[in-house]
């Protein structure tokens, strides 16, 4: 199953609650290919860390915005 054409896709999540019954939903995936010396595990965990990080960063910047 492991070769170099091996994908690697994740996508996340988060709804926030805006408040008066109202919530905003922010997703957000990728798509990318193991990269050379890496098993699908490791490439997994790579593509999974960089949605997370940057599905928190976008959490964070919506959060401020409706606070504002």
Same mark, same amino acid.
């Given at each position: 199953?492991?070769?170099?054409?091996?994908? /690697?896709?994740?996508?996340?999540?988060?709804?926030?609650? /805006?408040?008066?019954? @109202?919530?905003?939903?922010?997703?957000?995936?990728?798509?990318?290919?193991?990269? $050379?010396?890496?098993?699908?595990? $490791?490439?997994?965990?790579? /593509?999974?860390?960089?949605? $997370?990080?940057?599905?928190?960063?976008? /959490?964070?910047?919506?959060?401020?915005?409706?606070? @504002?």
């Amino acid at each position: 199953m492991e070769n170099s054409e091996t994908k /690697v896709t994740v996508a996340l999540g988060y709804t926030l609650n /805006v408040g008066n019954f @109202q919530s905003l939903r922010i997703d957000l995936g990728i798509e990318d290919s193991r990269r $050379e010396g890496e098993n699908i595990a $490791e490439a997994f965990e790579r /593509v999974y860390e960089f949605v $997370e990080s940057k599905l928190t960063e976008k /959490v964070k910047e919506a959060s401020s915005e409706i606070s @504002q």
